[in-house]
């Protein structure tokens, strides 16, 4: 990364969502304020900015002290993004990019005055539990392969209910078109299946990024880089931005013919799983073989967390 990135700290963007919370309540003061909206904007764009790379360096960068504990002799290594703080960090990011996504689209709602507290709240947190003992790696793998699994499970089931959906709203619009919608076999109506197009599509979306972020920190832990090559993890990410423009799309973008664009993308977003799915099947993704270029010795054997030595002398509350 650039050597300018190393020098972002919490301060940084704590600092401009911080600025963010203080120009959202000039709303107060009765009267408009120009430009108001879009320095707002900026700030936050700056502090989800600066907010990704330091999770990213945290997640890339040696762990000062890495050595969590010790057992017969060896150390057990620190995992990465594996304690309190980067969980806390993680959770208001998620709040923040949530925030910015929602104000684009309504930036007449007052919604910051809930979102920007929280936000500030969530990173007093991470800073209060920096004390805290991180979790070792074998327990980071174990935890961010659960997280990986759930997120893309969730995301793959609503892609396929969104594709029902589509599949039930074009019939719907045919049925409608030729009048034949009061026969016996009735569908829900075109309002409905619209909206748990739309919905299936953000769902799909959120599940599949948080997916591949902890799949790209699983493999962290793991091996201590990201076989980015493996076929698997390059049609997950080609699925990923395709959900990710089909969801920008059919927000930023409302022609006459919004529900039967919002199925035909649906109906598109079940053909990249079912892409993604044939990678991931017929690839070792996520198995125990070590990806390319990785020597075994210096990853050490991790089958199983459970295989690990617990340090005897760390003290910490379960997750």
């Given amino acids: 990364m650039l050597p300018i990135l190393h020098q972002i700290s919490i301060t940084c963007f704590t600092t401009s969502y911080a600025i963010a919370l203080l120009i959202e309540l000039l709303r107060l003061v009765g009267r408009r304020v120009p430009g108001r909206?879009?320095?707002?904007?900026?700030?936050?764009?700056?502090?989800?900015?600066?907010?990704?790379?330091?999770?990213?360096?945290?997640?890339?960068?040696?762990?000062?002290?890495?050595?969590?504990?010790?057992?017969?002799?060896?150390?057990?290594?620190?995992?990465?993004?594996?304690?309190?703080?980067?969980?806390?960090?993680?959770?208001?990011?998620?709040?923040?990019?949530?925030?910015?996504?929602l104000y684009l689209r309504r930036p007449d709602t007052v919604i910051g005055f809930f979102f920007l507290p929280a936000i500030l709240g969530l990173i007093a947190l991470a800073i209060s539990v920096r004390h805290l003992p991180p979790f070792d790696r074998g327990e980071a793998t174990a935890f961010w392969r659960n997280v990986h699994a759930i997120s893309m499970m969730l995301g793959s089931a609503a892609v396929l209910f969104g594709f029902l959906a589509g599949a039930m709203y074009l019939v719907q619009s045919w049925r409608l078109k030729h009048k034949?919608?009061?026969?016996?076999?009735?569908?829900?109506?075109?309002?409905?299946?619209?909206?748990?197009?739309?919905?299936?599509?953000?769902?799909?979306?959120?599940?599949?990024?948080?997916?591949l972020v902890s799949g790209v920190v699983m493999n962290l832990n793991r091996w201590g880089e990201i076989p980015w090559t493996n076929r698997g993890i390059m049609l997950s990410g080609v699925l990923f931005v395709w959900l990710a423009s089909a969801t920008m799309v059919e927000y930023f973008y409302a022609p006459a013919s919004r529900g039967r664009k919002v199925a035909y993308l649906t109906l598109a977003s079940f053909g990249f799983l079912v892409l993604a799915m044939s990678g991931v099947l017929t690839t070792p993704h996520g198995g125990a073989a070590h990806p390319a270029g990785v020597n075994a010795e210096t990853v050490g054997d991790e089958t199983s967390p459970a295989d690990l030595p617990a340090p005897a002398d760390r003290q910490r509350g379960d997750a």
């Fill in 37 to 101: 909206g879009l320095a707002e904007l900026v700030m936050m764009a700056i502090g989800i900015f600066t907010h990704v790379a330091y999770l990213s360096l945290r997640a890339t960068a040696d762990i000062p002290g890495g050595g969590a504990g010790t057992a017969d002799g060896q150390v057990i290594e620190a995992g990465r993004l594996a304690t309190w703080t980067d969980f806390s960090l993680m959770v208001s990011l998620g709040l923040a990019i949530c925030y910015f996504v």
């Fill in 180 to 211: 034949r919608a009061g026969s016996a076999l009735r569908l829900p109506t075109l309002e409905t299946l619209q909206n748990l197009n739309r919905r299936c599509l953000v769902i799909s979306t959120v599940a599949v990024g948080v997916g």
